[in-house]
């Protein structure tokens, strides 16, 4: 496959034309572990965390890259995020049977994707992915063009057991060399799923490229990680009432919260609660309860 648990930059001397390729392995097999899910929705999901971790090569400062898919049907979301730091994890939401060669069209009847970039420090941006392509790779190339303006080619392929993408864009500057991103996107175009999940990234650089002047840059490492944490797990329960929540350590001794993505298991109690509600903001003192 395309090297695996890595993204790789391609640079391409002269043209300003930007690249990049992801291959998932481990990460996929780590992110989906702790979740029974049918394979269509792994392959789903796997081409979302291949597609966030190109996306993420262009974050360019601490933050988050957030991929939404929302559906009328039985999926009622997917997600994949990634940080600076190609630190990545999924979730779905389905209900019922999900068969097996559902497509990503399928999946989502009247649905929409959401591409959200979240700074640690300054303003949100979002923006409304249409679910107008018969994949998310179409999607997401109609997203650049119509948003952004950039000429956008994406390509993303999964088995289930891991994921691989490739992203070429052309860079938003001088806006010079048609003929140039017309050449390089057509070499692009005859790249099969199966070639992206096999070939390793030197060997399809030189399948699609052998002709032009360009080369890789060093990889950058993607894994799984989560990041929940016990002050998030708890700042969540805010959004509860506060006798609701005494009400269950009445009953059971303890809060309970399971993270959706990791399954980290996090236990609130009294003074927790209190110290939630009250105007003290940390909860020192408590343990985590496994
Ligand atoms: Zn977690």
């Not at 107008?132 to 063009?145: S, V």
């Not at 032009?212 to 708890?234: G, N």
């Not at 009294?270 to 496994?290: C, M, P």
């Amino acid at each position: 496959m395309s090297n695996p648990d890595q993204i790789q930059r391609i640079m391409f001397d002269e043209l300003d034309i930007r690249g990049v390729v992801s291959g998932l392995q481990k990460t996929c097999h780590d992110c989906f572990e702790n979740h029974d899910y049918p394979t269509a929705i792994k392959k789903v999901l796997g081409e979302m965390l291949a597609a966030v971790s190109l996306l993420s090569s262009n974050l360019k400062f601490e933050g988050r890259l957030i991929l939404q898919a929302q559906g009328q049907g039985n999926v009622r979301l997917l997600m994949a995020e990634s940080n600076q730091d190609r630190d990545v994890r999924a979730i779905a939401r389905f209900d019922g049977e999900i068969p097996a060669d559902a497509s990503f069209s399928d999946l989502l009847p009247e649905g929409q994707v959401v591409l959200t970039i979240e700074p640690d420090k300054g303003n949100r941006y979002q923006g409304v992915v249409p679910l107008d392509g018969k994949t998310l790779a179409k999607c997401l190339e109609n997203y650049f063009i119509s948003s952004e303006q950039l000429p956008t080619q994406v390509h993303l392929a999964s088995d289930g057991e891991a994921a691989a993408g490739m992203l070429l864009q052309v860079l938003p500057a001088e806006g010079t060399g048609e003929e140039d991103w017309d050449r390089i996107s057509h070499l692009a175009s005859t790249l099969k799923s199966s070639e992206l999940l096999e070939l390793g990234n030197e060997t399809l650089l030189y399948r699609l490229f052998h002709e032009e002047q360009c080369r890789l840059y060093e990889p950058d490492d993607v894994q799984f990680k989560c990041t929940c944490s016990r002050e998030r797990s708890l700042a969540s329960l805010k959004l509860v009432e506060k006798a609701e929540l005494l009400d269950v350590i009445a009953e059971s001794g303890m809060v309970n919260v399971n993270c959706q993505f990791c399954n980290a298991h996090y236990g609130f109690d009294l003074t927790d609660i209190e110290a939630l509600f009250s105007d003290a903001t940390s909860a020192t003192g408590s343990k985590n309860v496994h």
